[in-house]
């Protein structure tokens, strides 16, 4: 959670808002299938619904205010992974300083499955 202070009061941004809006914005990307998750159970990653996306977001805070964000996503068969992976850096990064303030120091992309067909 981050804490930001000004004259009017203090405001707490959870990690949740961090990882919803961080799932949001990567899955609106060209090319992108949506988050994954590994299951415990099969070891097998499977696409998640977008009440549950943030389960493939990992938010790690800074001591100086910055976070980093972790991706893990499914991507569409024949899609350029260079410029997919590049597009949600840029994307995530933008729109998570956008929508909260704060400064984002790394997005990291995992690219853990591909949709065939």
């Known amino acids: 959670m981050i804490s930001q202070t000004n004259e009017n ?28 998750a590994r299951s415990v159970s099969d ?26 964000i972790d991706l893990h996503i499914m991507v569409d068969c024949g899609v ?9 850096i840029s994307e995530v990064r933008y729109v998570v300083n956008k929508c909260t303030g704060t400064e984002v120091r790394d ?3 995992y690219i853990d499955s591909m949709m065939a067909g």
């Open 9 to 36: 009061g203090q405001i707490c941004v959870s990690t949740s808002v961090y990882t919803d809006i961080a799932g949001t914005a990567a899955s609106n990307c060209f090319g992108v299938k949506g988050m994954v």
């Open 107 to 109: 997005v990291n992309v």
């Open 80 to 88: 350029n992974l260079t410029a997919v992976g590049a597009s949600i």
């Open 43 to 68: 070891g097998l990653y499977h696409l998640l619904r977008k009440e549950s996306m943030s389960k493939g977001v990992r938010v790690e805070f800074h001591e100086d205010g910055a976070i980093s």
